[in-house]
């Protein structure tokens, strides 16, 4: 078929399906010229809800600018940025110092807001009487020393321990500030997770669980519990975020490229605006200013 | 057909697609051997037996995945081949020819069915009631991603085989009625016999899958990179080949090791398949002579 068809086309015996053929061919080579700016942001899965929903406002007012956001994990937005597939790089860590050497001074590391990486229980645990454990207590759990939430005065049931993949910038903090390093193994981890999505839902789903999740996770269901510093038992809140006393907390950032686009420079411009701002409160994490 | 075999057209278009074919056999090998050099290079074969996996500490150990692999296409297949075969059997032997059409349509629009919407429901209906059944820690197993991957084979291996077995000429059944022959013998002397090649390439084409599908497994599987204890526990948490490619290859920086040897597992998975498919044609080649 297609080889009468070049024939056709090379002899021009029919000279409408020559015709046709060329219109057809040349409609496909046009490009839409004047297409809308797209921005496509991916990265950390903690700062998504901040960035997309700062994108659902932002087109309303720039409907000419088109802004993609996914998901995949700090490691994967640097690595984005990196290879220059995204504009726009989400990360809930520090950029490591292999990260900085591949990125040579080219971008622009923005802090956006800040939230606490809660220790995140099922309602079940909870209710049992877990309601605060101290940072050696939850690195015991991770180390597989402790294995039974009986041990800890909570229900006679195993713990679930709830690992993320080495790459989440989550991962990172939480590694770092309970078991000393940002890439500790955790040996008593029972299952590897990914997004907030799925940490939450598989906490949520059993009655056994703990795991790392941000703060603006938290719900019913997933609860956060206290963490015992110096006597004292400090909960994953707002406030304990901005006085600094909750251990683990952390900056979100965005990676801006020298090189990005004006509308991308304008968008990140609108994330550190009041209304930005406004959506960072609202989402749950403590704003920048 | 054969009026049409001496016509240039029908020759070149048979000599394009073998062409292709095997340029995109050996281009994809290629390229697997190429990015994974790196690491075969560094490690050499050892890493096929080594079983700790800390890409941050340089640790590359395949032996957990591949383990994991392997049980996991070992029980799709386990439940997929008999399944399918006698799903093949009373819809194309048994059935009235109304009902075959409606089997047919079902088995495929479950094939069609995305592979995510198959992990969402193992992750929903199938972990739950393992994790009660067996009371286990958590569902996430080489036996939830075993059980998803066979409902996914399935309609493959079950379309395959309806197709041999109504390929057989109705001559033939009739003599073998004519005969006297009952219907296990007709069934086990004259038509799967006949069916083999049909059956086989489902067979294959389905272990191809199992051994590829990535999205529904790493959903159920759990992701923990250690042997199972003891090594054919099929109901704790583990990792599979392509789970850990899919967890991990956003984050590998092009080039890294780590990349390297994440290829290098892609590599063994089609080392595998090849394998399997010339260890079947060996077969063939036996029984017809």
């Given at each position: 078929m ?9 002899l021009g015996?029919d000279?409408?399906?020559?015709k ?6 040349t409609?496909?080579l046009?490009?839409?010229a ?5 921005i ?5 899965t903690?700062?998504l ?6 994108a ?9 600018v ?11 937005g ?6 220059k597939t995204?504009q726009?790089g989400?990360?809930s860590?520090h950029?490591?110092?292999e ?10 590391d923005?802090?956006i807001?800040?939230d ?6 099922s309602?079940?645990?909870?209710e049992?009487?877990?309601h ?6 939850i690195?015991d759990?991770?180390?597989g ?9 909570g229900i006679?049931k195993r713990?679930?321990?709830?690992d993320k ?9 939480f590694?770092?500030?309970?078991l000393?390093?940002?890439y500790?193994?955790a040996?008593g ?20 669980a ?5 703060n ?11 963490i ?19 251990p ?9 490229a ?14 550190l ?14 704003p920048?200013? | ?7 240039p ?6 000599i394009t697609?073998?062409?292709l ?7 994809l090998l290629?390229?697997l051997?190429d990015?994974s050099w790196?690491?075969?290079q560094a490690?050499g ?10 890409p941050?500490?340089?640790l590359?150990?395949l032996l957990?995945?591949?383990?994991g ?6 029980i ?5 081949v ?9 819809s ?7 009902w ?7 088995m495929?629009?479950?094939?069609g069915?995305?592979s995510v919407?198959y992990g ?6 199938l ?6 059944i067996?009371d ?10 075993g ?7 399935l ?5 395959m ?9 109705l001559e033939?059944?009739e ?8 219907w ?7 038509l ?13 084409l389905g272990l191809?899958?199992?051994?590829g ?7 159920v ?5 250690r ?14 080949l392509?789970?850990r ?20 597992c ?7 398949a090849i394998?399997?498919s010339?260890?079947?044609q ?8």
């Open positions: 297609l080889y009468l068809l070049i024939k056709k086309l090379l015996d000279s409408l399906m020559k046709m053929i060329l219109a057809g061919l409609l496909c046009i490009s839409p004047d297409a809308a700016e797209r496509s942001i991916v990265g950390s903690t700062v809800p901040v960035i997309s929903q700062a659902e406002v932002y087109h309303q007012t720039h409907p000419d088109t802004i993609t956001v996914s998901g995949g994990g700090s490691g994967v640097v690595a984005s940025v990196i290879q995204a726009l989400m990360v860590r950029t490591t110092v990260e900085q050497a591949k990125l040579n001074g080219q971008v622009d923005i802090v807001a800040t606490a990486v809660a220790v995140a229980v309602k079940a645990v909870y049992s009487g877990i605060q454990l101290s940072l050696e207590q690195a759990i991770y180390r020393k402790v294995r039974n939430w009986k041990d800890l005065g006679d713990i679930l321990v709830i993949e080495a790459s989440r910038g989550t991962r990172h903090v590694a770092k500030a309970v000393g390093n940002t500790a193994r040996e981890a029972s299952i590897i997770s990914g997004s907030n999505n799925e940490e939450q839902m598989i906490i949520a789903r059993n009655d056994n703990i795991g790392m999740l941000s603006a996770w938290l719900n019913d269901k997933v609860r956060g519990i206290d015992v510093m110096h006597g004292k038992a400090i909960a994953p809140t707002i406030e304990h975020i901005r006085d600094g006393s909750y683990i907390s952390r900056g979100l950032h965005v990676l801006l020298h090189a990005a686009s004006k509308e991308t420079k304008t968008f990140v411009q609108y994330l605006s009041e209304q930005g701002q406004a959506i960072v409160r609202r989402v749950g994490y403590l920048v200013r | 057909m054969k009026h049409m075999g001496n016509t057209l029908v020759y070149l278009l048979i697609g073998c062409v074919a095997i340029s995109c056999i050996s281009v290629w390229f051997g990015a790196q690491f075969w490690f074969l050892s890493p096929l037996w080594a079983d700790e996996w800390y941050y500490e340089s590359y150990g957990p995945a591949i383990i692999s392997f049980w996991v296409m070992i799709a297949m386990m439940i997929a008999p399944c399918g075969l006698s799903a093949a059997i009373v194309s032997e048994i059935l009235p020819l109304s075959q059409s409606w089997i047919r349509m079902g495929e629009i479950l094939a069915i995305p919407v969402l429901i193992g992750l929903w209906v972990l739950p009631w393992l994790q009660n067996f286990l820690l958590t569902g996430h197993s080489l036996l939830a991603a059980m998803i991957l066979s409902l996914m084979i309609p493959t291996m079950m379309v085989a309806q197709d041999a077995l109504r390929l057989i000429p033939q059944r003599t073998a009625m004519s005969l006297g022959l009952n296990n013998q007709r069934l086990c002397r004259i799967l016999p006949q069916a083999w090649p049909g059956i086989r390439s489902g067979i294959l191809g899958r199992a051994l599908e990535t999205m529904a497994v790493m959903l599987v759990g992701s923990l990179d042997v199972p204890q003891p090594i054919y526990n099929i109901l704790e948490p583990a990792q599979t392509t789970s490619i899919g967890r991990e290859m956003g984050e590998a920086a092009f080039g890294s090791m780590h990349f390297s040897a994440l290829m290098a892609g590599l063994v998975l089609a080392a595998t394998f399997l010339l260890l079947s060996q077969h063939r080649g036996r029984l017809n002579v």
